[in-house]
């Protein structure tokens, strides 16, 4: 398990909780996505979790990292979150939609590389 973040807080926050889980497998990296000098120790991931602030437009910047570098394989799933109000603009070709409802304010789902 690899979790990123780029806030301390968040970051001390997991390994707190990490460790009243007693997570023994597991990776923290305070950066952001995405990142060119970002390196994971997996090669390939099966599950992703991508929940990029609002309002800075990171959510396809992300995706299209991810898909870059490599990190993912046909099946992996991804898990994605974005303003309810940004969805039905967002060019999500390229990707399957498997499943996706909204909140209120969030839209979010799960994606898989077409």
Known sequence: MTFVDSHPEVVLSIEKNAELLLAAAFDISRARVPSESLAFRKNKYDIVFLDPPF???LLLPSLQWLRASQYIHADSLIYVEIEK???RTLDLSG???VREKATKHVAYGLLRFS
Do not use: A, M, P, T
Request: hydrophobic share 20%.
């Open 55 to 57: 309002k800075q437009g």
């Open 85 to 87: 109000s940004l969805r």
């Open 95 to 97: 990707y399957e939609v």
